[in-house]
Nanobody, 124 residues
Framework: QVQLVESGGGLVQAGGSLRLSCTVS????????VGWFRQAPGKERDFVAH????????YYADSVKGRFTISRENAKNTVNLQMSSLKPEDTAVYYC?????????????????WGQGTQVTVSS
């Protein structure tokens, strides 16, 4: 089994920065990638970014490209999402998820393991 624990959510002003972390434990040998998704109230859950477990490849949604950076700290099995130049439109609950490499990694259906979510609120 795989467990994911998130941290780092909070309130930040527009233009500011925030760093989210996701610590992965359990049967990590089965993990191919870790993704970040977000969901605003009344909206669908959208892909944000993902990283291969080897950290050799990363992909970003167009809406966050150039502003967000996904990375992995191998020694701690932790995946981070560094968010900068934040906009009110970034306000959402952010989720990290572990996938098993059955697709491109940008669809929520590809991820069988999910964290509990953390709230990010960007004020204007």
């Amino acid at each position: 089994q795989v467990q994911l624990v998130e941290s780092g959510g909070g309130l930040v002003q527009a233009g500011g920065s925030l760093r989210l972390s996701c610590t992965v434990s359990g049967r990590t040998s089965n993990i191919w990638s870790v993704g970040w998704f977000r969901q605003a109230p009344g909206k669908e859950r959208d892909f944000v970014a993902h990283i291969s477990w080897t950290a050799r490849t990363t992909y970003y949604a167009d809406s966050v490209k150039g502003r967000f950076t996904i990375s992995r700290e191998n020694a701690k099995n932790t995946v981070n999402l560094q968010m900068s130049s934040l906009k009110p439109e970034d306000t959402a609950v952010y989720y990290c998820a572990a996938g098993v490499g059955l697709g491109f990694g940008d669809s929520s259906g590809e991820y069988p393991y999910w964290g509990q979510g953390t709230q990010v609120t960007v004020s204007s």
